[in-house]
């Protein structure tokens, strides 16, 4: 963590969210369903983070946008929302937006319904399924997951969808998309030396070069973005070690399953 009580993120991997690749798997099966559809991917992080944007492309999306700049950092769920929602504005014309219910760190599931609110559109959250899509009427029908069992609802395009863990998992990468974006990447990854090989690079080849956009390119307010547009203070951070205070061995006899069964019912742990 930082003195201001953020995620110091500089010391940590560019992972992709578990919630985030389910997301990505819904929008993959649509696009089989739907030829001639793209995927558009974005984040919001540092230059490292462009490594999400491979994992997508590695999987199957077409094209791939990094929203990265000093300014942003330290940005709630808040000012998050706002600066993707920019980005989107940006990027264009869509039918849906999908992403994860929530990220791995902050547990928060806020900014999915923030981007929502922010572009007045309809949203559905916690989504297991796409079951249809008629690009015609522009309707959509979804399955969600709710407390005690599942819904399925009806809305209009184009909507934001949140996606959970629970839906389909995200198919692998593919080796042929592998090869071809391995090496694509973002200025900010390159070194002074690198960039003037990869500006013939992206000439043959101009699906190397993963967008790279700063608060300025999409337009966003500097008292929107960052720590100036985050209302969330963290007051305390604390490191918390959970410890065992006893143990029990158990055989594999069925009367120490019964008897392990009865006491987890008898202490409301399941049941």
Known sequence: MTPEGTVNRAALPAVFN????????QALQLKEKFPGSTISVVTMGLPKSAEV???ALY?????????????????????????????IKKIGE?????GGRQAIDGDTAQVGPQIAEKLGLTQVTYAEEIISLDLEKRRI?????IDGGVETVEGPLPLVVTVNGSAAPCRPRNAKL????????VAAERTAEQAAD????????????ITQWGAADIDCDPQQIGKAGSP??????????????????????DEDIDQLVKELIAEKIIG
């Open 198 to 209: 990869f500006d013939e690079l992206i000439g043959r080849k101009p699906y190397l070069d």
């Open 232 to 253: 969330t203070n963290v007051k305390a951070v604390k490191n918390i070690v959970f410890k065992a205070k006893e143990s029990r061995t158990l055989t594999g006899a």
């Open 94 to 98: 869509f039918d849906i937006i999908i």
């Open 59 to 87: 999987r199957g999306a077409d094209k791939g946008y990094v929203v990265t700049d000093r300014p942003l950092g330290g940005a709630d769920t808040l000012a998050t929302s706002y600066t993707l929602s920019q980005a």
């Open 178 to 185: 592998v090869m071809k974006y391995k090496n694509a990447t």
């Open 53 to 55: 944007i491979r994992e």
């Open 18 to 25: 578990p919630d985030d690749l389910n997301a990505l798997e």
């Open 141 to 145: 029908v979804i399955k969600r997951h």
